[in-house]
């Protein structure tokens, strides 16, 4: 079975920083993309960033200069080096990724079930 696993959120003073991780485990075959979005409440889920099999980064141009995505280097493991954290990055933080699970044909995207991130002083 197929999961990914966020971690690394947690309480910090504006203009700290904070590292997330996303693993993802189980039967897999392929991950293609791998993305990070973010979501506050009463808000829709935002995209952060995305990183590629390739390892190419795009970013969303919010935090663009702020944030490091990339991957580890079997691509497995996906990270989010947050810096200059603002209170408005305070969101529930979700780790997505396109998987082929083995012995399939079919790309599916994934989610884990997100780790808090609070910018508070």
């Known amino acids: 079975q197929v999961q990914l696993v966020e971690s690394g959120g947690g309480l910090v003073q504006p203009g700290g920083s904070l590292t997330l991780s996303c693993a993802a485990s189980?039967?897999?075959?392929?991950?293609?993309?791998m993305a990070w979005y973010r979501q506050t409440p009463g808000k829709e889920r935002e995209w952060v960033a995305s990183?590629?099999?390739?390892?190419?980064?795009t970013y969303n141009s919010s935090i663009t200069g702020r944030f490091n995505a990339f991957r580890d280097s079997d691509k497995t493991t996906m990270y989010l080096q947050m810096n200059t954290l603002k209170p408005d990055d305070t969101a529930l933080y979700y780790c997505?990724?396109?998987?082929?699970?083995?012995?399939?044909?079919?790309?599916?995207?994934?989610w884990g079930h997100g780790t808090q991130v609070t910018v508070s002083s």
């Open positions: 997505s990724a396109q998987i082929r699970p083995k012995d399939t044909y079919e790309l599916d995207t994934y």
């Open positions: 189980g039967s897999i075959a392929t991950i293609a993309t």
């Open positions: 990183v590629y099999a390739g390892g190419t980064a």
